[in-house]
């Protein structure tokens, strides 16, 4: 049965996320097992040890927008930066995203244009424009078959969380913050069910079937 399941992990972290799953996961269902690094602006399978690529340069955009937040004093000395690709990560920070958003548009609404900001329990990520994690639900249709639907867990669902593209398709759950959308991004769990306990109250409540998994009808038992 479990052949038959693909695991998908879009994260904003880099090869750690590799090398910690190896140490506890069969190698076996490596292939099964589908991680995008740096909030999936590079995907790979867990068997394979050459992703995430470190090779390519760094999105002259997000380095100009950068250079811009330091001129107007918009991040502060104290925030570190690690710089990627694809992704400038911001910790530290003494403001959120949406203020950021909004002390950006302030001065120079048109800078918006050139980048992504999402943020994370831990960070902000400024990330390239193509930079989505829709990509890894492609990616996983692509490898393994178009016939069967995703579902997405996540926490953060809400704009300008880094989940809240992730948790606008169809089939989508939130272990913490929702979305406006009544069609998706449900939270079904209890108030102090969130983060990775929310994450294990949904998948012990899954119920297998051939080709398919349902809710058990005693999810209630299970959180």
Not at 16 to 40: A, H, M, T
Not at 79 to 85: F, S
Not at 88 to 110: F, P, Q, R, S, Y
Request: hydrophobic share 35%.
């Amino acid at each position: 049965m479990m052949e038959h399941f693909v695991i998908g992990i879009a994260t904003g972290r880099g090869k750690s996320v590799r090398i910690d799953l190896q140490k506890i996961l069969p190698e076996e269902f490596w292939s099964k097992v589908c991680i995008g690094y740096y909030n999936c602006s590079c995907i790979g399978t867990l068997d394979d040890n050459n992703s995430p690529s470190t090779d390519t340069l760094i999105d002259p955009n997000l380095t100009s927008f950068l250079k811009f937040l330091k001129k107007e004093n918009i991040i502060t000395k104290n925030v570190k930066v690690t710089e990627r690709a694809s992704q400038i990560t911001l910790e530290n920070n003494v403001i959120d995203a949406i203020t950021l958003v909004h002390l950006v548009e302030k001065i120079d609404k048109k800078k918006l244009g050139s980048v992504k900001i999402v943020e994370s329990s831990h960070s902000i990520d400024l990330l390239s424009q193509n930079v989505s994690k829709l990509d890894l639900i492609n990616f996983i249709r692509k490898t393994y078959s178009q016939k069967y639907e995703v579902l997405c867990i996540g926490d953060r669902g809400k704009w300008p969380g880094n989940d809240f593209e992730l948790l606008n398709t169809p089939y989508s759950l939130s272990v913490d913050e929702t979305s406006e959308n009544p069609n998706n991004c449900w939270n079904f769990l209890p108030l102090q069910h969130k983060g990775e306990l929310g994450s294990i109250s949904y998948l012990k409540s899954f119920r297998l079937g051939k080709g398919y998994f349902e809710f058990n009808p005693k999810f209630s038992e299970f959180t």
